[in-house]
């Protein structure tokens, strides 16, 4: 089956999400779309599923003009999706979910899942995938309950499959499992529309490449181009993927953590006898797959973990005991793994996000009284010192792309006086111009002399940034190793495997 | 000047249209329920001529029970008209300091259920203080209010300090404190301390002429200094919340708790201070109305005074302002009922069915769009979403 766009518009309001897009899929085609955060293809994916209506253009069936109001036309005509966000009931079992929607029941309404269990293996079996019908989701890893929702997409009969970023939320290891998957999808007959902003993971999957920048379709590429020409299609002007590094120059121990341990509420150790340095003008990085403890190692140093033991000194103050306000306010930047949990308020504007550390200081606080105006004074100062894009200060912080957010706490966080910068997964959900930003600052923030301790799943950004790399598997750092080490030893490490 | 206008415009449609829509729908009611009315069903035209008249009588009577009455005006005491007012007001004094006490509590992301606990304690402290000891009359009333103040602000603390050690749920044990309150008042009116000499039924000694609040508008009305206390409660929650780094604490931990603990605000801390807070505002109400209309603690003096409040804060959108109107337009529908049902055929129970569709079509307003088709209805900040994971 083969998919036709042509001349897709759709605005919302003066914005104009879509303008004019053409595009083809042919059949067992793997097409890549590829954009930054905002520039459409979710709006033009929401319409090739009939999640929103387009202003003008056609969509066409096998030359055939279709016309989609909703999911369920979409999936008539065999146009499949999978969200990022899974659209999974995770108390459910995988065969509850793959039926949800098309139960078929016995007279007296009895759920009948005999049939949909043996179509469901049939089909695992013909893709190779390993999958018990009857696991519950919320026990499943991430990239088990995202084959769930391919299968779910394929069993009712799916040729057109669309997957919204679906390596976001994967481990390499499972990215690589689905780009495999992808393979046999497409020798399989199925055309696959990969959205994606990850240029390594477009390169080695797709057959060819659209690129859509503010709503347009600004070029066709190769998959054969360089990651750099693709990123500058990208983001419309030449890209350094590969920031300037100066050398290191490493000076006095900052951070020094000593046979470190964290245990979960039940007494279960999630990070073991941990010991490691970071010095001033250093970046190590914590690399690994995700799950392996490096969330909460990333916590403990802010104390944000409840039971730990051992020694965390910073610049020979130990940090134990303190709370989490004194833990930051001893020189500790700290940019939590995920912006919108943990990092920003979200209906809060951009102004009170940027003094959630500081509101009971001169001087936004005199007293307890809090001064608007001395927030939005320093506001307007750091929106433009971190090239913050928003309409107004007083905005509330959701109203910003996820490079924007992460701006907001950078710049919170970078301007306490600060001797150590504490960054988990700070690119992540990015585009490519704020990873550029956030890759800058932090070696920015080395070269000032500061100690940067880096916590990352994707080995591009550790090998881009770090000095030194200790490589995590459950709970323990395995090695700590200089960054010149390839690429394979470290993937061998963070598979547990140490020579 | 027009942005202030849409804000206006914004928070305060969909209660207005709530507010019409229940009055039409209980209209229905009124009518539907009435001997007289039901009498002539067979005649169409006289059907709907009774049952507007029916009708048109219980809200005429609501309205004359609540804010001006022409039958007690008359000649040049036009004034006493104003009765009914004075009456809403009274009632609605000890329900803007309890809804308060639920409104804050939502704004740092907790529902405190136990205002009727607090406000019993609250009674109990300022009855005790104003029947027991002599001081000169202002500082009495201050000593007695602050005596509610304190001990309804540990009860209050109690619960915060237990859910930020032990995690146990405010809602649970608010719902249990209040059974204590309830209980323990009972008890303790029966105890020498508290029951008046030569009484058997519960009832404690009438508080010293000294620890009364002032009337504000003569002897013939019970208007008391209490609704300036109210209101510059109202104030401080304002105040607090949009002016201190107290408050912004509160605000922040209520809309995302774990930020606010990664950036470095102490969750247990705010979690016991506000429920201090809410106990003592709640504790002030039980105050106000001991010392302003009662000057008696008896056995039910928290009335409904604490459930009522969670409705109130619920439909003021737990901010103070709202929380304000919505206490007065309660004392107005609780007080005008009372004369409605006296001199109509229409029973008081008519006013729960207004209250309860005001909350519901609140509660809904995607109903409330659908009927009156408007767009942009504000509903963003409804507080009742979070509930019992929050």
Same mark, same amino acid.
């Given at each position: 089956m083969s998919l036709e766009l042509k001349g897709i518009t759709k605005s919302f309001g003066a914005l104009v999400a879509n303008d004019g897009i053409d595009l083809s899929v042919n059949r067992g085609e793997i097409h890549a779309i590829l954009g930054e955060n905002g520039a459409g293809k979710s709006t033009l994916m929401n319409i090739v599923y009939g999640l929103l209506q387009p202003d003008s253009g056609e969509i066409r069936v096998d030359g055939k003009v279709v016309t989609i109001h909703e999911p369920s036309d979409a999936l008539a005509v065999g146009i499949g999706m999978v969200h990022q966000h899974f659209m999974l009931i995770?108390?459910?079992?995988v065969l509850e979910n793959i039926v949800l929607g098309h139960e078929s029941t016995s007279k007296i309404g009895k759920l009948k899942l005999s049939e949909a269990r043996e179509k469901l293996l049939a089909l695992a079996a013909d893709f190779g995938f390993e999958i018990d019908p009857d696991a519950y989701i919320e026990n499943l890893p991430v990239g088990v309950q995202q084959r769930v929702e391919i299968l779910k997409a394929l069993i009712y009969d799916a040729k057109v499959l669309i997957l919204d970023?679906?390596?976001?939320? #994967?481990t390499p290891q499972e990215t690589d499992e689905l780009i495999e998957v992808m393979k046999r999808l497409r020798s399989q007959g199925t055309s696959i529309i990969f959205i994606s902003h990850k240029l390594r993971e477009v390169k080695a999957v797709s057959d060819r490449i659209t690129v859509i920048r503010r709503g347009k379709v600004v070029a066709s590429a190769d998959p054969s181009s360089s990651q750099e020409e693709l990123a500058s299609l990208m983001v419309g002007r030449p890209v350094n993927l590969m920031p300037d590094k100066k050398r290191p120059n490493p000076g006095a121990p900052i951070l020094e953590v000593k046979d470190l341990v964290v245990l979960d509420p039940s007494g279960?150790? #999630?990070?073991?006898?941990v010991s490691f340095t970071v010095h001033a003008g250093e970046v190590l990085a914590i690399a690994g797959v995700q799950g392996n403890g490096q969330s909460e190692l990333a916590e403990a140093v802010v104390n944000l973990q409840a039971h730990i033991r051992g020694s965390i000194e910073l610049g020979g103050v130990q940090?134990?005991?303190?709370?989490v306000h004194d833990s930051l306010h001893e020189g500790i930047a700290y940019v939590p793994e995920s912006r919108e949990l943990d990092g920003l308020i979200g209906s809060f504007s951009i102004a009170e996000n940027l003094i959630l550390d500081t509101h009971r200081e001169a001087p936004y606080a005199k007293g307890i009284t809090l001064s608007p105006k001395a927030v939005a004074t320093r506001a307007e100062v750091q929106v433009k010192e971190f090239d913050i894009r928003a309409q107004s200060i007083q905005d509330p912080v959701t109203s910003l792309s996820g490079g924007n957010k992460q701006k907001v706490v950078l710049a919170r966080e970078l301007s306490r006086p600060v001797k150590l910068l504490v960054a988990s997964q700070p690119t992540r959900g990015l585009d490519v111009g704020s990873i550029e930003f956030v890759h800058e600052r932090i070696l920015a923030e080395r070269d000032a002399g500061r100690a940067v301790l880096l916590f990352s799943t994707e080995l591009d950004e550790v090998t881009a940034l770090a000095d030194r790399i200790a490589v995590m598997y459950a709970g323990k750092i395995l090695a700590i190793v200089d960054a010149t080490v390839s690429r394979e030893e470290l993937g061998l490490l963070m598979a547990g495997v140490k020579k | 000047m027009k942005k202030f206008w849409n804000r206006i415009a914004g928070t305060a449609l969909l209660p207005a249209l709530s507010f019409l829509l229940a009055f039409v729908i209980s209209g229905l009611f009124i009518a539907l329920s009435d001997a007289k009315v039901l009498k002539e069903a067979s005649h169409p035209l006289k059907f709907m001529t009774t049952a507007l008249s029916t009708v048109g009588n219980a809200y005429l009577a609501l309205f004359q029970g609540s804010i001006f009455d022409p039958n007690l005006a008359h000649g040049h005491t036009v004034w006493q008209g104003f009765y009914p007012l004075s009456e809403t007001i009274v009632t609605a004094t000890p329900l803007i300091l309890t809804g308060l006490a639920v409104a804050l509590a939502f704004q740092s992301g907790l529902f405190n259920i136990g205002a009727q606990g607090q406000f019993i304690f609250g009674a109990i402290g300022a009855s005790y203080v104003g029947f027991h000891f002599h001081f000169s009359p202002v500082l009495h009333v201050f000593l007695a209010l602050g005596a509610a103040i304190a001990l309804s602000a540990l009860y209050g603390g109690f619960v915060g300090l237990l859910k930020a050690r032990t995690g146990a749920h405010e809602v649970i044990v608010t719902i249990m404190l209040n059974y204590i309150a309830g209980f323990f008042i009972l008890w303790i009116l029966k105890t020498t301390t508290f029951l008046r000499p030569r009484r058997i039924d519960p009832i404690a000694p009438e508080v010293n002429p000294s620890a009364q609040l002032p009337h504000l508008a003569g002897a013939n009305f019970r208007l008391h200094a209490g609704i300036l206390i109210a209101l510059l409660a109202a104030y401080f929650v304002w105040w607090l919340l949009n002016r201190t780094t107290i408050g912004f604490q509160f605000r922040a931990v209520g809309a995302n708790a774990a930020a606010a603990k990664t950036a470095g605000i102490s969750v247990s801390r705010v979690t016991i201070a506000t429920m201090a807070l809410c106990g003592a505002l709640a504790g002030l109400g039980g105050g106000v109305h001991v010392l302003g209309s009662e000057h008696a603690l008896t056995a039910d003096i928290g009335g409904s005074f604490g459930f009522d409040a969670i409705t109130v804060a619920l439909l003021g959108r737990a901010k103070p302002t709202g929380t304000v109107l919505a206490a007065l337009l309660f004392g107005a529908l609780r007080t005008g009922g009372r004369t409605m049902q006296s001199n109509t055929t229409t029973p008081l129970d008519i006013v729960l069915v207004i209250q309860a569709l005001i909350v519901l079509f609140i509660a809904a307003p995607t109903l409330v769009r659908f009927i009156f088709r408007v767009k942009n209805l504000k509903t963003k900040d409804a507080m009742t979403a979070k509930g019992w994971n929050g």
């Open positions: 995770p108390v459910f079992t970023e679906p390596t976001a939320v #994967l279960r150790p #999630l990070v073991s006898d940090l134990i005991g303190k709370s | -």
